[in-house]
Nanobody, 124 residues
Framework: VQLQASGGGLVQAGGSLRLSCTAS????????MGWYRQAPGEQRELVAH???????NYADSVKGRFVLYREAAKNTVYLDMNSLKSEDTAVYYC???????????????????WGKGTQVTVSS
């Protein structure tokens, strides 16, 4: 399973960006997909997470500004980031829990996968 992330870049404070993440490979069931971020010198933290039933949770710091949604048929999630702040500057990583087949789902519960990070820089 591979996760292809895109959409990072440089934006001024108050601006918007959209990140996307597409899962490909041997996929039987995607249990969840989401985004984490890591700023320099900081630990990686959850930004937004969506379960297979579409339930979503957000970090308090992004609630009301970021929206996570998915296009299930394309195994893709999008993160719309609005009203960006300098403190949103970080490398953003996509993460997904994926079962490759029914046996994997039943016996292992699938596995966690990470995409390569994409840099988001917000200038003040």
């Amino acid at each position: 399973v591979q996760l292809q992330a895109s959409g990072g870049g440089l934006v001024q404070a108050g601006g918007s960006l959209r990140l996307s993440c597409t899962a490909s490979g041997s996929i039987f069931k995607i249990k969840y997909m989401g985004w984490y971020r890591q700023a320099p010198g900081e630990q990686r933290e959850l930004v937004a997470h969506m379960s297979s039933d579409d339930s979503t949770n957000y970090a308090d710091s992004v609630k009301g500004r970021f929206v996570l949604y998915r296009e299930a048929a394309k195994n893709t999630v999008y993160l719309d980031m609005n009203s960006l702040k300098s403190e949103d500057t970080a490398v953003y990583y996509c993460k997904a829990g994926v079962a490759s087949d029914l046996g994997d789902l039943i016996t292992q519960g699938g596995a966690d996968y990470w995409g390569k990070g994409t840099q988001v820089t917000v200038s003040s």
